[in-house]
T-cell receptor, first 117, second 111 residues
Framework: GAVVSQHPSWVICKSGTSVKIECRSL??????MFWYRQFPKQSLMLMAT?????????EQGVEKDKFLINHASLTLSTLTVTSAHPEDSSFYIC?????????????FGDGTRLSIL | TQLLEQSPQFLSIQEGENLTVYCNSS?????LQWYRQEPGEGPVLLVT?????EVKKLKRLTFQFGDARKDSSLHITAAQPGDTGLYLC???????????FGTGTRLTIIP
């Protein structure tokens, strides 16, 4: 089945640090990947849609200069949290869909827990 | 605005009991998916339903998509401790790949 890998799984760093999270589709090419954020005891909230070879599309209220997305290849999207602060601490999850046909389900990475001290 | 409301938000029942989780919206979806998420992990797909009125079964789990494609339900028969987790429905609007997640149902099965 479709596999999506996310790295790192856990990051702890000081306030002001920039943190990069990678999302890879291991056995399929993904022109589109999605980045979500999940706060404790809450559901997933879509942050942005990552498009290969073009700019990401951000959801309302998500700062594009704060959360930089790069989708340079068909198997890799990265999310960089710039100058992270404690309020950015969250569980970040990416997903991707295999390209064939409509209504293809999204497959999710295992998430990255980001803790900013 | 949360497009998909799940109920109940929390559910704790004894092993062997049956339960139903509901996912409701005023929007019409082209497809709807159910996921289960364990702590510290990403959601794992359980099922996708695409046709109004569709019923799918996965062992002890039965999923139904509403006739109007606005709602869905997940029924678990004879719940087991391994069913414990966060259950999420997620819908895709027509012509849009983006998923909107439901508010989630945290299920605990007591041995």
């Amino acid at each position: 089945g479709a596999v999506v890998s996310q790295h790192p799984s856990w990051v702890i760093c000081k306030s002001g640090t920039s943190v990069k999270i990678e999302c890879r589709s291991l056995d399929f090419q993904a022109t589109t990947m999605f980045w979500y954020r999940q706060f404790p005891k809450q559901s997933l909230m879509l942050m942005a849609t990552s498009n290969e070879g073009s700019k990401a599309t951000y959801e309302q209220g998500v700062e594009k200069d704060k959360f930089l997305i790069n989708h340079a290849s068909l198997t890799l999207s990265t999310l960089t949290v710039t100058s992270a602060h404690p309020e950015d601490s969250s569980f970040y999850i990416c997903s991707a869909s295999p390209p064939a046909g409509a209504n293809q389900p999204q497959h999710f990475g295992d998430g990255t827990r980001l803790s900013i001290l | 605005t949360q497009l998909l409301e799940q109920s109940p938000q929390f559910l704790s029942i004894q092993e062997g009991e049956n339960l139903t989780v509901y996912c409701n919206s005023s929007s019409v979806f082209s497809s709807l998916q159910w996921y289960r998420q364990e702590p510290g992990e990403g959601p794992v797909l359980l099922v996708t339903v695409v046709t109004g009125g569709e019923v799918k079964k996965l062992k002890r789990l039965t999923f139904q998509f509403g006739d109007a494609r606005k709602d869905s339900s997940l029924h678990i028969t004879a719940a087991q401790p391994g069913d414990t987790g966060l259950y999420l429905c997620a819908g895709a609007l027509f012509g849009n790949e983006k998923l909107t997640f439901g508010t989630g149902t945290r299920l605990t099965i007591i041995p």
